[in-house]
């Protein structure tokens, strides 16, 4: 039966674009290489970092000659890399064939070039140990990234040329395949570092205010905290869009809430008196100074809501803008809420704090006033807050 | 020639690991027992009499090296090869002590199992 290789190829190259998962790809393009080819076996070694050597990552064929993951590998200084990475040899990244490395040992003549013909008798050997009848290398630029191994044909006759090309041709598909598998896992943790490391600037940042105001110690953490347990609960009742994002964007502008506080004196805010008029016009300012500092940040965008208008309240009597219902950002509702619980039940300069059920009663009160409904009926779903 | 025949046993969990040993070991004139139980490596140590056995470490049902000290109190001689993704000095002083002949750890490389395998035979 004759192969067609184009469609092969065509399939395999398909394949190498659909398939993101390396692995998976790897191990559909060795079934299709054992069945089209007709082989006792194939398995692919690929070059791993840490070890720095080749480990077998998969291997297909019947039963004796497949191998688990993990199970076999092949050192760097083994003849048959150094056949592809060697360049004192003359032939390195050459395909190497049983049939090629037997046919080169017996071209030589008694004492014909014996260094050439010691390393081709090795080559021959460490083929025996790997069972192998071809090796095909897969590189990346120059480096070699892995190394496609293959048994013995089912006919027991050598490997062609147009068999040998078409094999080439996918053990660069799985080198290209793997190369961006690596480059997306590289990117993700990546941006996994970057995502902590904002998340901490941003615990600096508000912890920063906290520091001015030792009555807020806590507070902004606390806040961050209820207010994911509302969101949680509230979007099995409510579909939140971009729900991931949400939450991030949540927690942070629950963290940074009180931001703008940084420009009021401290006087002030320590202050256990009635602030006077000028006082409490000038603490009104702060989610619009939050805001203010924030807005350079592109990627804030949602966060600035939650900051400048978490004061906003329901029925339309909050500040900076009495805003009323469904003009008030979801974001900032949760956050108002999640704020006044906290600031309720814990001590201040100008009150002393009332008993967590007290201010559950407090927020009841409140539904459809201070607070959004729907903010209300999540916070008592999620009260109290037990994780 | 018959007589050049040596007898392994092969210990591992996993089918296709002691299938792909004995396949290798046949390769170098072995016969070979193949078991994926711990448990019942001295039983089949009895009835066949290996001169050689391939042993696993962790094995769901019983530890290799427990299994290598029950081996080798039934025979003080046999020779024991102890294959395993276990890279860890402890075990490895351990097995040695216990008198294991080797002590290989996956990823194994090929090209010297079969060296070794033919060291031990004596058959360079």
Redesign the interface.
Known sequence: MKLDYRKALEKAARQTIMIHRANTLIKMILRTIVRAVGLSHAGMFIYDKKRD?Y??QVSRGS??????A??????KD?PLIRCFTDKSIYFPGEIITADGVSGACESFGIGENAPMKKFLEEVK??L???QAHACIPGFFRNDLVGVLFLGEKANKKKFHDAELSFLSTLASDIVMALKNAWLIEDLNRQIDANKRLLLQTIASLASSIEAKDKYTIGHTERVAKYALHIAHVLRKSKPIKNWERFVENLNIAALLHDIGKIGIPEHILHKNVRLNKKEKKLVKTHPLVGAAILEHIEAFQEVLLGVKYHHEKYDGNGYPFRLKGRQIPLIASIIALADTFDAMVTDRPYHKGISREQARAEIVRNRGKQFAPCAVDAFLKAYPFRT | MNDARKKALVVDDEQEIVDFLEHFLRRFNFDVIKINKGQEALAAYREHKPDYVFLDIQMPDKDGIAVLEELRAADASLKVIMITGKDDKKCQQKAKKCGALDYITKPLDLHELRQKVEMYIGNP
Not at chain 1, 63 to 68: A, E
Not at chain 1, 70 to 75: D, E, H, M, S, V
Request: hydrophobic share 45%; glycine share 10%; aromatic share 20%.
């Open positions: 050597e480990v077998l039963r004796g000659f497949k191998i688990p993990g199970f076999a590998k092949i050192r083994n050997d460490a025996f140990s790997y």
